[in-house]
Nanobody
């Protein structure tokens, strides 16, 4: 199983980035796909999840914490086995390593994790 995240980089506050995560080795369409982030010295935080055909919520349902709601959008392309995270109105506090993950449903610990991609937001 491989989850390959990309798209991180350096951006000024107020700017945008789109992260991508390409998945192989599992049946992508049934997986709930999530994005997490971890800033230095802080706990890992789940920031977006989109349900798959499996699980107990409707496929395509999305979930966000208040910290990113209205600024970040998660989407998926099952034909490409890829999940995206569009991040707008970025703030310096969004600086972190961002990880994609796959699991049975939103709200439960994912089974599979990708490597991080670093997002740095300058003020």
């Amino acid at each position: 199983v491989q989850l390959q995240a990309s798209g991180g980089g350096l951006v000024q506050a107020g700017g945008s980035l789109r992260l991508s995560c390409s998945v192989s080795g599992i049946t992508f369409s049934v997986q709930a796909m999530s994005w997490y982030r971890q800033a230095p010295g802080k706990q890992r935080e789940g920031i977006a999840c989109i349900a798959g055909r499996g699980g107990n919520t409707g496929r395509g349902n999305t979930h966000y914490p208040d910290s990113v709601k209205g600024r970040f959008t998660i989407s998926r392309d099952d034909a490409k086995n890829t999940v995206y995270l569009q991040m707008n109105s970025l703030k310096p506090e969004d600086t972190a390593d961002y990880y994609c993950a796959a699991g049975a449903a939103c709200g439960v610990e994912p089974h599979y994790w990708g490597q991080g991609t670093l997002v740095t937001v300058s003020s």
